[in-house]
T-cell receptor, first 115, second 111 residues
Framework: DGGITQSPKYLFRKEGQNVTLSCEQN?????MYWYRQDPGQGLRLIYY???????QKGDIAEGYSVSREKKESFPLTVTSAQKNPTAFYLC??????????????FGPGTRLTVT | SQQGEEDPQALSIQEGENATMNCSYK?????LQWYRQNSGRGLVHLIL?????REKHSGRLRVTLDTSKKSSSLLITASRAADTASYFC???????????FGAGTTVTVRA
């Protein structure tokens, strides 16, 4: 059963705490992405990775960090420096492209609430 | 940055009717993609149209692309209640594989 899994589905944290969101894929995709979605808005790119041990900042990377130690895994840490962390976080993957985009496969998302 | 902008923001139609939504973008693109998102879920890829294509079909979906006007439309024919969702267009510039998503059109299909 191929796909992308994100856990947990709902996450609650106190302000000032770091929290790590999990993303795993078994599609053998090289590229992985993290997006943030706020109510009534589109997706904004936080970080992306083309290959293992390499990643780049997206449009809203401040207050977030990632790692890509394995091809299948791309965890996102929301740090205490992120001013408005409450949001819906989506992980996606795609075939590595080398200059053109292909369809992205999305996980079910993690809804993070920070109080 | 969000390059694509969908119009309208929301659309309510009767089951069986057609739904049309539009996407406008600002810069040159490699391709344009449409995704669907059911409430509280991840996005599902619907269709990809390349910059050298003008129209594409997939089942009840029809997508057009007009690069001279920097716009695309998504038509859902014979809508069903299950089509109730938000629809997003996403673009990627030439020589890049990152996607920029619009804010989406929320479609409600009434039974």
């Amino acid at each position: 059963d191929g796909g992308i899994t994100q856990s947990p589905k709902y996450l609650f944290r106190k302000e000032g705490q770091n929290v790590t969101l999990s993303c795993e894929q078994n599609l053998n995709h090289d590229a992985m992405y993290w997006y943030r979605q706020d109510p009534g808005q589109g997706l904004r790119l936080i970080y992306y990775s083309q290959i293992v041990n390499d990643f780049q900042k997206g449009d809203i990377a401040e207050g977030y960090s990632v790692s890509r130690e394995k091809k299948e895994s791309f965890p996102l840490t929301v740090t205490s420096a992120q001013k408005n962390p409450t949001a819906f976080y989506l992980c996606a993957s795609s075939v590595r492209t080398g200059g053109t985009s292909y369809e992205q496969y999305f996980g079910p998302g993690t809804r993070l609430t920070v109080t | 940055s969000q390059q694509g902008e969908e119009d309208p923001q929301a659309l309510s139609i009767q089951e069986g009717e057609n739904a049309t939504m539009n996407c406008s973008y600002k810069t040159s693109i490699n391709n344009l993609q449409w995704y669907r998102q059911n409430s509280g879920r991840g996005l599902v890829h619907l269709i990809l149209i390349r910059s050298n294509e003008r129209e594409k079909h997939s089942g009840r979906l029809r997508v057009t692309l007009d690069t001279s006007k920097k716009s695309s439309s998504l038509l859902i024919t014979a809508s069903r209640a299950a089509d109730t969702a938000s629809y997003f267009c996403a673009t990627s510039p030439p020589d890049d594989y990152k996607l920029s998503f619009g804010a989406g059109t929320t479609v409600t299909v009434r039974a």
